[in-house]
């Protein structure tokens, strides 16, 4: 018997055995591997938001206390992860974005998810109503450096619909459970981005376009009516290679130089303002 695997799920729904939570459980019948499956409800964690002081890149320290630094370390000690959240109105919960923004701390070097397989899930109750909820997953993981095995949407609105005389869905999680830990690469399909995966682009103009996912951009074209993406790695990107997660956190951290030297100017610029309007 091979060696278990510690799969961490992060639930971003707060109903009990909603959509999210079943399709998790779903999908980790079907791991081929043995496993052992912790299950993270992100809603019930406290987790507050970042207040944007930097303490954490020039400290290794966050001054924030609550739930952060157990979820990310359980993350860390994770073999693989799934990150499932319902849609809500057209996004992922927003107890992603609070979470991710604290996530400032990987520049501290604290904790390390890169290379780590992730399946991301979206659960929505109507089609074409999940909005940017996949890409919110999707963008979370990048910037993470994890390996997203696979990312798909399923659709349901009631507690447990999404299984509801939905034989394709069943067989989509089943498919997915084998696709977490397996070792075949990733195929994506011809209209999507060819580094990433993911099939939302902004257009830039003339045929020029950038993946929202991961930040690089290039070109569309259609060829006997198929849309394609020819997208190349930025250079200036600034978390998609491990170098250019590293790079960026050697500027983030060399901000405190830059602050201390332009101290005076910057008040200069701020103060004025001071005393304007009335906070609630
Ligand atoms: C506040 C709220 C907003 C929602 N917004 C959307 C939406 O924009 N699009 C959609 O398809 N479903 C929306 N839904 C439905 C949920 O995404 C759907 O019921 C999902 O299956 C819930 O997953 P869960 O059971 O894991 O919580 C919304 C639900 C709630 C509670």
């Excluded at 999404?162 to 394709?168: Q, V, Y």
């Amino acid at each position: 018997m091979g060696e278990i695997k510690k799969i961490v799920a992060l639930v971003l729904s707060p109903r009990r055995l909603g959509n999210s939570e079943i399709l998790v459980k779903e999908i980790c019948r079907h791991l081929p591997q043995p496993h052992e499956l912790q299950l993270i409800r992100l809603t019930d964690k406290q987790i507050k938001p970042c207040k944007g002081c930097y303490s954490c890149l020039m400290t290794g320290k966050c001054p924030l206390d609550d739930d952060y630094a157990e979820v990310a370390g359980a993350l860390s000690g994770a073999d693989a992860l799934i990150i499932a959240t319902p849609t809500y109105f057209l996004g992922a919960n927003g107890v992603l974005k609070v979470f991710q923004d604290r996530c400032l701390q990987l520049f501290s070097g604290k904790f390390d998810l890169r290379g780590k397989p992730v399946l991301n899930l979206v659960t929505a109750g109507l089609p074409h109503e999940a909005g940017i909820s996949e890409l919110m997953l999707n963008s979370f993981s990048l910037i993470m450096g994890l390996d997203i095995r696979a990312s798909e949407i399923f659709f349901g609105a009631l507690p447990g619909e999404i299984f509801l005389d939905n034989e394709e869905q069943l067989g989509r999680a089943a498919a997915l459970g084998k696709q977490l830990l397996g070792d075949e690469p990733r195929r994506f399909k011809p209209w999507t981005c060819p580094l990433c995966g993911s099939d939302v682009v902004q257009l830039l103009g003339g045929n020029r376009v950038l993946c929202l996912a991961c930040r690089n951009d290039g070109y569309l074209s259609l060829a006997e009516g198929q849309a394609r993406l020819a997208i190349e790695i930025r250079e200036d990107n600034i978390f998609f290679t491990e170098e250019q997660t590293r790079r960026h956190g050697v500027w983030l951290k060399g901000m405190k130089e830059r602050f201390l030297s332009l101290k005076g100017e910057l008040a200069a610029i701020c103060k004025p303002y001071a005393d304007e309007g009335e906070w609630l």
